[in-house]
């Protein structure tokens, strides 16, 4: 299983781009790269996924460079509602039970 | 109501009492699994299970035991609790059909603590 590395903690402002990247040496062939998001005593929330180049949606986008071995989460405009842990998993997407989940990346959003 | 629910969402119990944390889903997802989340180390998966006869250890599986009674249901027993099971535990389920991202649901969690 590719071993994820990212962040402990990131501090932000309210209406600036955030960046959160997480490297992945050794991620394989058929491995996804998936970011989840949790906040304060709830269960983490799938943001966004990933195999290469780039992957946009409502709540962020995804940028992986040709070698995969990181990817950066980009956060556009956050608010104080983004504080919250983000998880980079790297992973076959279909087991699921194979997902593991790191320490995440502790990001505040201040005024 | 919650697609994915579990229950109790808080328990406090003593050293050697033996506890089960139940998870229910609506969803109608095949796989479930069961986390547990400790402070500055994320979630650490326990058990999986891909479908009804199908049980997995996890990382951390000592200590736990499972039981996946029917499609929707999926229990995690403390056999013997001691002070260092003491977490958060979420449930979470996945749709084997949906293929594009092996999405994983999770549940509000049961915080255990464990005298």
């Known amino acids: 299983l590719a071993k994820t590395t990212q962040p402990i903690s990131m501090d932000s402002y309210e209406g600036q781009e955030v960046n959160i990247t997480c490297s992945h040496n050794n991620i394989a062939t058929n491995d996804y790269i998936t970011w989840y998001q949790q906040f304060p005593s709830q269960g983490p929330r799938f943001i966004i996924q990933g195999y290469k180049t780039k992957v946009t949606n409502e709540v962020a986008s995804l940028f992986i460079p040709a070698d995969r071995k990181s990817s950066t989460l980009s956060l556009p405009r956050v608010s104080l509602s983004d504080t919250a842990v983000y998880y980079c998993l790297v992973g076959d997407r279909a087991p699921g039970g194979k997902l593991i989940f790191g320490q995440g990346t502790e990001l505040s959003v201040k005024p | 109501d919650a697609d994915v629910t579990q229950t109790p969402r808080n328990r406090i119990t003593k050293t050697g009492k033996r506890i089960m944390l139940e998870c229910s889903q609506t969803k109608g997802h095949d796989r479930m699994y069961w986390y547990r989340q400790d402070p500055g180390l994320g979630l650490r998966l326990i058990y999986y299970s891909f479908d009804v006869k199908d049980i997995n250890k996890g990382e951390i599986s000592d200590g736990y035991s499972v039981s996946r009674q029917a499609q929707a249901k999926f229990s995690l027993s403390l056999e013997s609790a001691i002070p260092n099971q003491t977490a958060l535990y979420f449930c979470?389920?996945?749709?084997?059909?949906?293929?594009?991202?092996?999405?994983?649901?999770f549940g509000e969690g049961s915080r255990l603590t464990v005298l």
């Open positions: 979470a389920t996945s749709d084997v059909r949906q293929a594009n991202t092996g999405e994983l649901f």
